[in-house]
């Protein structure tokens, strides 16, 4: 079964086309980062903007791969969450394109499709496993028990885990998009010259807080500033993204040991999944207690469109269609 997805959430442009929710046959993805780099991080209204732009030639790109709209089986678009114009530049695209040519609308949550981004890298994956979700605008632990069941263990109570390092970013001058940039500061600096704080809740062990290493970077640059210090700019990149990561890393594993897991499964996945600190972290940590460490392919982390339309597939197994009344929702 083929399904061509459409993904607008944020500042990505996509259309894919993907067989029985593995195989990639066609995956475009249009990025903005040239036009909110003059700002600084994404303006909504310009990101709306640029998605009307470019989303017909984008999906018309990932469907001549397949000879044209005749040869798909089902639309499935992302409606939530996201940026509320964005989302819904991509839905109504999809629905204008699912109803003029008799296709079924599959409704795709955002987050699912990150889940689902690891079952186009990783052939053998499957449910059941636990799931660390890190991007810009998410953190979450999650508890995958099958392919459209999830219960959500934990996630962050105040910024994204990928938010934090566009803001560390900003304070170290380094511009947007921060996080690409982090990463690549991080690796020239000793992640163990500055202690950043790491936060973890009693009442709730898989919830995340990055409030605090956000307002200690912020304070340390001030610090050095009103002393006339000279900031070490990659010591403050790689500290902060040690705090950042380990907290990840521990929360996950911790899942993965907590949970009765028939097989002990973790999958990383969103846009921070590309981080090498991470990676390289817990990667590590999986080795040490005995997990299978499943994560997407680097062009595969961010957001595109082949990852709603795996998803879409397993959607649409259980016969999750919508209507032309499908609405979009910026919060989950």
Request: proline letters at 5%; charged letters at 20%; hydrophobic letters at 45%.
């Amino acid at each position: 079964m083929r399904i061509l997805g459409i993904e607008s959430s944020c500042d990505e442009t996509a259309a894919a086309v993907v067989e029985d929710g593995r195989k990639i046959i066609s995956n475009i993805v249009s990025t903005q980062i040239s036009i909110h780099e003059l700002y600084g991080g994404v303006v909504p209204e310009i990101a709306s903007r640029a998605h009307l732009e470019a989303i017909s030639s984008v999906t018309e790109k990932a469907l001549a791969e397949v000879g044209g709209i005749d040869n798909i089986d089902a639309v499935a678009v992302t409606n939530a969450p996201g940026l509320i114009g964005a989302l819904l530049v991509g839905l109504g695209f999809a629905k204008g394109l699912a109803f003029s040519a008799g296709k079924p609308l599959i409704p795709v949550h955002h987050i699912r499709g990150h889940v689902a981004a690891s079952y186009l890298s990783n052939p053998d994956l499957k449910p059941p496993f636990v799931a660390l979700i890190v991007s810009g605008g998410h953190s979450h632990l999650v508890h995958v028990k099958d392919y459209t069941d999830y219960t959500i263990l934990g996630g962050t109570r105040d910024d994204a885990a990928g938010e934090s390092f566009d803001k560390a970013a900003r304070v170290l001058g380094l511009g947007y998009p921060g996080g690409p940039k982090m990463d690549a500061l991080a690796k020239e600096g000793n992640p163990d010259a500055i202690h950043f704080p790491r936060v973890h809740f009693a009442d709730a062990p898989f919830d995340f807080s990055f409030s605090g290493v956000k307002t200690s970077i912020i304070n340390y640059a001030h610090n050095a500033a009103q002393t006339g210090k000279e900031l070490n700019k990659p010591d403050v990149a790689a500290s902060f993204s040690k705090a950042v990561c380990e907290i990840l890393t521990e929360k996950a594993v911790l899942a993965v040991n907590t949970l009765d897991l028939p097989e002990k499964r973790l999958v990383v996945a969103g846009g921070v999944a590309a981080n090498s600190m991470l990676r390289s972290m817990i990667t590590a940590a999986a080795k040490k207690n005995g997990i299978s460490l499943y994560i997407p392919d680097l062009s595969l982390c961010g957001d595109n469109a082949a990852m709603i339309a795996a998803q879409g597939f397993y959607e649409y197994s259980i016969g999750r269609v919508a209507s032309t009344d499908l609405n979009a929702f910026a919060t989950e």
